[in-house]
Each structure stands twice: as C-alpha cells, then as structure tokens.
C-alpha cells in the first residue's frame, strides 16, 4: 500500500503543491493545527501518525491526552515500540479516549500526517519521510510537506485511511467508519482556514529568517578565524531572528586566552545596563550548571527557561559544551515577562551554540598551531621565523612613529663545555633558565627569541642606545649571579645596535648586532660590546633617521668598546 503522501500527490497532484521544511518547523506545524481544535473546541476528528519516539516526556504525554480532550475523536498511528505504547495516557472520557494504531510496514510507516474532519472545517497536512525504518527525526533535515483545507482533499484521505484501518486493523473498522461519518466535512468554515492559513505564513517567515541567520553565522565561521567577530555576529543574528531584547553570548578563558563576552541589545541606548545584567545571568547560568553539570541534559534541546527577578522579562539559556567541558553560555531574553520560548526557537539556540563550540575549537586549535609554529618548542621563545616577521613589524612602526629601536645579540659563554660537562639534559636546563630570565627582566611590548643554537635575540621597541645598555647590563649581572642547578653560574656575552644611530634596516641591525656580540666574545665574554659606528647609511636616510634618535647621554666605558 502506497503511502497517503503518495496517494494524495497521485489523485491531486494539480491541486497539491510541496514544500520542503526542516523537520523542527514541520513538528511546529502539526503543533499548530491541533490549536486549531484546542482553541475552537471542535468537536472533530483528528487522525495523527506521530514520529517515532522510544521516550517521550510527560510533556509530551500531556499533549496527546489534550488532543484527545478536545476532539471527539482522536486515532493515533505509532511505531509498535513507542513510547506511547509503554506508558498509559492520562486518562480522559471514556467516549474521547485515544485510540492508538501500530504502524505497519510498508503502510505509511514513515509518514507524519495530522487529519483535522469537522462539519464546518477541514484540514490536512502530510509530510513525506525518507527512511527504512523508524528511527528518530533528525531536527535538521528538510522534508517534502503538503497541506491543504479543501474537503475533497480530506475526503480522499479518510477513503485512503478507511482502506488502511480496514487492511491493517479489521477489528478496529466499523468504529473508525462511524468516526468518519459523525465528522464528514460538509462546509468550510473561512474564519478557521484564514487563521491557520495566518499561524502558517507567519511560522515559514519566522523560520525562514532563523535559516537565514544560521546560514549568516555559518559564513562567518567559516570565513574567518577571529573570535570577536564571529561572536558578534552570532548575538546580533540570533537576537534579531529571535526578536529578543537582548542576547549575550560568554566565551570562558583557558591558558592562552581570557574570557570574552559579546552583547546584542535591540535599544543601543541601554547596552551598557543591559551588558551588566545579562552578566549577572550568564553567571548564574554557570553557577547553576557547576552545581547541576547534567541538568542541561533534562531538555530536549538542552536549554534552560529561565525567569528574570531583577526586571521584567524571560530568558532561554544554552550552554557551550564540547568534550563534556563548559566553555560559556548563550543567553537570551524577551522584553515579555510570559514569552515561552518554542522548541524550534531552543533548537535554534542549541544548533547555534553547536556551531560556536566548533568555531572556538577550531580558532584555538589554530592559534595553537600557530603559536607551534612560530614558537621555539625547549624555551617557549620567538623562533627564528617569527623573529624576523616582529623586527620588521616592530621597525616599520618605528619609522613611522619616530621612535628608536634597539636590539640585543647574546650568547651562553662556553655552552658546549657546560654539554661536554654536565650532559645534554644540563645544556637545555641551561638554555631554559636564560628564556625564564629574560621573560622576567623584559617588558611586555619586548620579543626574545632564540636566534639558534645558545645564542638569543631581543628586540627592544622604543629604547635607544642607552636604554638597551642598562638593560643588556641587567641581564649580564643577574646571569653572573645567579646559580643554575645542577650546572652552577652561567654567563654571556651581548652584541647591541640600535636604529636609527647604527642601521636603518633588520639586515643592517641584525648584522651589527652580531659583530659586537663576537667582539664581546673576543674580548673575554661575559661583557657588552656596541658597533664603533654606523653602516654605509646614504646620506640623505641618515641624516632623516639620525634626526630621530634621542639626545645621547654618557655610558659606562667599562662596557663599551
């Protein structure tokens, strides 16, 4: 027996137009077509074929009973190991209690239908369903869904439903005909078909502009890395599909990065106040989920209604998880203290916090990667790659600034007898406590790396001569005095050039840099060596980049060539 989707598209196929949906919107649907009954008190029949579900929520449970209340007749088509077969109804009048068929294979097992047969009005919507067998819906996969109001269209669908009852549940037949007749639609009531025909319009442009916004967030994960930007648009989509006062959207801190928050606020005006108070709730939110780590489990689509104390509204609140480790929150709120958040508009927050999960992961893992590449893996140090990209930044901004530039050559005084000595394991032990050394003497604004091998580099933005001297001298003395375990006192030698008073150029410092460090050497090590003069600057860039430099003031001779 072919499906009724497929028997209704063969009989009324000029009358019947398709529209695919996700599945979230089509459950919407069905939700709204049993108000229809619900609000109007019809006395009618409904036949629903239900998805499949191995557990459903007293919630849901409710539900049905509801239906069942308000119709005169109510027939339920399910798989045979639903839940609804496990689980007795809540009870209801014994001429109005729900009857519930087991779906049979290949007769509509995979159909979601809902038939609404009344004498003044009638409506059908059916969905077609792709599968082998039942299993649960996915949210997010599209369908082919067709609707209608025309009583001829529904009388074809109880002849269909008739032929099926009379098939597949013989013994149920003469009480489900005698259903169909106390309920044929004779005449269509235009006040009925125009409000749900309203509910419908307005349930697709509202999900037409959810898929638009998710599709918004997704381009801007995908073309971009930065973590602000894909934040912001999140909020500002979400808010605005939504049509939510305000939505806040936490990223906690880890190791490398501290924690980021972004805000949308329909009224600018109020952003200020409204950052503050949608905070307070995002720490709440964390607090109640540290003390409860599976409450967001208890949800179907693992968010939490929240009701506001401090001010008029209601708020829906997603956690970030990725691994089974918190990672923030996505909140919401509706200026309406009696807003109910839908289960689409909670799918929604939960597909959107899927999405950045997955977008903080990945921008993480890039800055990790990156961090990898650019890192000297024993000390933590700059690499030599990234050297050379942050002397030419810190240089180019230099010259634009008018601001002087110095940078540090240093060398570990005989490393290899400390190897030959104490071991490999001292030699890196060694060069670890020279990179512990220099992160604690520098400023923040300063880059060391490890040029290669024991020898370092430092990049001093903003320090002349004179400057990179006392610091060089800093360092020399705090090495001389300090006592490596294991190996005893270190010492090193320094090399220093500084722009514009020696060179113009990274080449030109690096080179000079380096000759005084193996002057420094030659002259005994664990001294200060600075180039007797500058480069073969022309004239005119020398005289421009000597106007830049700062007044010089004496330094100590005992350390200067």
Known sequence: MHSLYQALMFQHARQLTPVRCAEQTITQLHRYFEDVVLENSLSALIVE??????????????????????????????????????????????????????????????????????????????????????????????????????????YSALEYLMARVTAERFAQT???????????????????????????????????????????????????????????????????????????????????????????????????????????????????????????????????????????????????????????GLLVRADDPLRIWQQSERLLLRTVA???????????????????????????????????????????????????????????????????????DAGDAALKFLADVLRAELRSVDSAARYGGEEFAIILPQADLDGSLIVAERLRARLEQTDVPGIGCITASFGLASFPQHANTPAQLVTLADQALYKAKGAGRNCIRVPPAPLDIPTDALDEAMSLSTVETERPTSLVE
């Not at 638009?212 to 381009?219: E, F, G, K, L, W």
């Not at 605005?240 to 305000?246: E, K, N, P, V």
């Not at 949608?278 to 109640?288: E, T």
């Open 354 to 424: 899927d999405q950045v999960v997955l977008a903080v992961s990945h921008a993480r893992l890039f800055a990790q990667i990156q961090r990898q590449a650019l890192t000297d893996a024993l000390t933590g140090c700059f690499n030599r790659r990234a050297f050379d990209m942050q002397l030419e930044r810190d240089l180019s901004l230099a010259r634009r600034m008018r601001q002087p530039l110095s940078l540090i050559m240093l060398d570990i005084d005989h490393f290899k007898r400390v190897n030959d000595l104490h071991g490999h």
């Open 49 to 154: 074929s239900l998805p499949y579900k191995p557990e459903r929520s007293v919630r849901g449970l409710e539900r049905v009973a509801e239906v069942a209340r308000a119709a005169r007749h109510a027939y339920f088509f399910v798989a045979p190991d639903d839940a609804l077969h496990k689980w007795p109804l809540p009870s209801v009048e014994s001429e109005r209690q729900p009857v519930l068929l087991a779906r049979t294979t290949p007769g509509g097992a995979h159909e979601h239908f809902i038939l609404i047969a009344e004498a003044r009005f009638s409506a059908l919507l059916v969905t077609s369903l792709d599968g082998g067998a039942d299993v649960e819906p996915d949210p997010f996969t599209e369908h082919e869904v067709i609707w209608t109001f025309e009583p001829d269209i529904v």
């Open 174 to 328: 003469k009480e489900f005909a005698a259903a169909v007749r106390r309920c044929m639609p004779k005449t269509t009531s235009l006040h009925l078909t125009v409000s749900v025909t309203t509910k419908l319009a307005r349930l697709l442009q509202e999900q037409a502009a959810r898929e638009v916004a998710i599709n918004r967030i997704a381009s801007a994960i995908r073309s971009t890395l930065e973590l602000p930007s894909i934040l912001q648009t999140t909020v500002n989509e979400v808010g605005r599909a939504l049509g939510a006062s305000t939505c806040a959207l936490r990223i906690e801190g880890d190791a490398e990065q501290s924690a980021m928050t972004k805000l949308y606020v329909r009224d600018g005006a109020q952003a200020e106040a409204e950052q503050a108070f949608s905070s307070a709730q995002l720490d709440s939110c964390h607090a109640q989920l540290a003390e409860q780590p599976q409450q967001h489990q208890a949800d179907e689509c693992k968010t939490f209604a929240l009701g506001t104390e401090d001010r008029d509204g209601r708020a829906a609140y997603a956690p970030l998880i990725y691994q089974e480790n918190y990672m923030g």
